[in-house]
């Protein structure tokens, strides 16, 4: 019996993938195998010797110790994509508010309780004051094509707009699922240069932190709109305060509200709604649940942000998973442990992502808590498992 620990509100439909009579699953336990979590913190969490993957529903890991977790072997995984389509549709939302000033006109309609009779000529007398250019025929940019950027780049098109997408590392399946229509970036400099709009969809990390700043503003048509629905620290907000005084920005849209933007007339802050629908819950809980059930039966790895994808077909022999430091001659050491305990090799499989190892096993012959002490006594080794 596998024991799974729900951090946040995980949804019931996405977790009906791990069979009850396999799986107990809750949200206290002293020795999980497992834990599935979406916003809360796990930074100041100690983790029980027992626990072997640990599963984000949603995209981001900041929430996560990633470093931490694979000098423990625990895998760790995220859901990419799975609430795309909530994040796009949000995404295009925001588009359609930065330029039309709905969202003004409403908050002043609103004003106009109690106006009564008067309420028709008093909308009819004010309502250009809420004028806005309509989207299509106007140029997008769209810094980041994975999954969100995508989907968002394909709406856009569908809208009448010109997209030009910029990401020097789109995946092939990111390049497959794009619209043909979708223009390819030279540069980014030439492509912040054309566009009215600009959307930001890349991951935060250290190299992309602050991606928008000053100098990137400087490139931007003067009266552009950003669009930010990836994360907050993508936009450097000290520079775009001023980029949105001085009009060069004419309105700045962000799913990651914070004090300094709050302050802004032309800041559209929306509470972090991109993943809040049923669907998108359903999804990453469904998701994550596939992961680890894959993950704790079979020992294949699919998605994971620490360690390499690991995928062998399962032939229902015995197996034995290694993760070990990427140095030489961890296989060599490995293998000959197992030929000097008169154990054949059936399937072998070894994948690396930077400075970790990974590999399948799959054996003729028992597996002793005695040959996976040795395994783990092996120098360089992280975590060994009997699957």
Known sequence: MFRIQTINKISAKGLEVLPRDEYEIASEFSDPHAIIVRSSSLHDMTFPPSLRAIARSGAGVNNIPVARCTKAGIVVFNTPGANANGVKELTIAGLLLSSRRIHEGIVWTRSLIGRGEELPELIEKEKGRFSGPEVAGKTLGIIGLGSVG??????????????????????????????????????????????????????????????????????MKKGARVLNFARGGLVRNEDLIEALRSEKIACYVTDFPEEDLLKENNVIAIPHLGASTPESEDNCAAMTADQLKTYLETGNIHHSVNFPDCVMEDSRRKRITVANLNIPNMVGQITTLLADEKINIANLLNRHRDEVAYNIIEIDGDITNGLLDKLRAIEGVIMVRKV
């Open 150 to 219: 995508v989907m968002v780049a394909n709406a856009a098109i569908a809208l009448g707009m010109r997209v030009i997408g910029y990401d020097p590392f789109i995946s092939v399946e990111s390049a497959w699922r794009l619209a043909r229509e979708v223009q390819r970036a030279e540069g980014l400099e030439s492509m912040l240069r054309q566009c009215d709009y600009v959307s930001i969809q890349t991951p935060l990390t250290d190299k992309t932190r602050g991606f928008l700043n000053a100098e990137r503003f400087a490139m």
